[in-house]
C-alpha cells in the first residue's frame, strides 16, 4: 500500500495498513503475546477479529494501542496519526476539523486522545512495577539490533528526498521501528548521538515522554540534544 494515499483509504484498507505496521511478521496475541493466532470469519464476526489459539481470547488490531475502545472509524485515524506526525506541537481540534471533515465533536476526542497517550505512557514509566527491569537488561539483543539497523537503513533511503516530517515518519520502516517497543530506545538515541536525524516522533511514541523544551521546536539539534540529556537521566545512555 501507498503510504502517499492515506487521505484515500477505505476502512478495510486501513484495517490492513494498521496490522501490517503492528504485525509484520502476522498477528501477535496482545492479552498473552503468542504469535499463534487465527483470523476470525464468517459473516456474524466483526472486521479484523482474531482468536488466539493459547489463551483463546479474541483481539483485533486496536486492542492495548492509542485505538482501543475508540469509535472513529479506523482511516481517520490514520489520517490524524499522519496530520500529528507532520507537527512539532501537535494537531489541534480545530485543525482535524478541518483537514478531516469531521464534526467538532469528534475532532476533540481524536485530539484529546492523541494528546493523552503520551502522559499517560510517561506515568506508567515513571512507576514501575516490581517485575520491572532497568533498561539496560531489556534492550534489544542481536537480532532485534540487526532488523533495527536494516529497518533504519531502509528508512533513511526511502525518505532522503523528502522534506516533510510526516511523510518521514508514517514511512512503514519507521513505523515498524516505533512497533519494536521500549528496547530500541537505547539504538535510536545512539543513533542521534552519532547523527541529528528525525527520530523524535519515534521517541515519543515509544516512551510517551516529551523532553524537548517549547524554544527548541523546529531546531533539530537542540531537539536531540534534549533527547540524549533525557537518555542519560533514564539510563538509555
Not at 502476522?26 to 503475546?33: E, K, L, Q, R
Not at 520491572?132 to 534492550?139: F, W
Request: glycine residues 6%.
Amino acid at each position: 500500500m501507498i503510504v502517499s494515499n492515506v487521505d484515500r483509504l477505505t476502512e478495510p484498507q486501513a484495517r490492513a495498513f494498521l496490522e501490517r505496521l503492528r504485525w509484520p511478521e502476522g498477528a501477535v496475541c496482545p492479552h498473552c503475546g503468542s504469535p499463534s493466532a487465527a483470523r476470525l470469519k464468517g459473516a456474524s464476526t466483526r472486521p479484523g477479529v482474531h482468536k488466539c489459539n493459547v489463551c483463546r481470547r479474541q483481539f483485533t488490531v486496536t486492542v492495548n494501542s492509542l485505538l482501543a475502545d475508540s469509535h472513529i472509524p479506523l482511516r481517520q485515524w490514520v489520517r490524524a496519526v499522519r496530520l500529528a506526525c507532520g507537527s512539532a506541537q501537535g494537531v489541534s481540534p480545530a485543525e482535524l476539523q478541518h483537514e478531516l471533515r469531521i464534526s467538532r465533536k469528534t475532532a476533540l476526542r481524536l485530539a484529546g486522545r492523541l494528546h493523552q497517550v503520551a502522559a499517560t505512557s510517561s506515568r506508567q514509566l515513571s512507576q514501575p512495577t516490581a517485575t520491572s527491569e532497568p533498561p539496560d537488561s531489556a534492550g534489544a539483543d542481536g537480532k532485534q539490533k540487526h532488523r533495527f539497523h536494516t529497518l533504519a537503513n531502509e528508512w533513511r533511503r526511502a525518505t532522503s528526498h523528502l522534506s516533510s516530517v510526516a511523510d518521514i515518519s508514517i514511512h512503514p520502516a519507521y513505523q515498524r521501528i516505533i512497533g519494536m517497543g521500549p528496547a530500541v530506545v537505547p539504538l535510536i538515541l545512539s543513533e542521534l548521538e552519532r547523527e541529528t536525524d528525525d527520530w523524535f516522533w519515534a521517541l515519543n511514541a515509544i516512551t510517551g515522554a516529551d523532553p524537548i523544551p517549547r524554544k527548541s521546536w523546529g531546531k533539530m539539534d537542540e531537539m536531540a540534544q534534549a533527547w540524549i540529556r533525557w537518555g542519560r537521566r533514564h539510563g538509555y545512555l
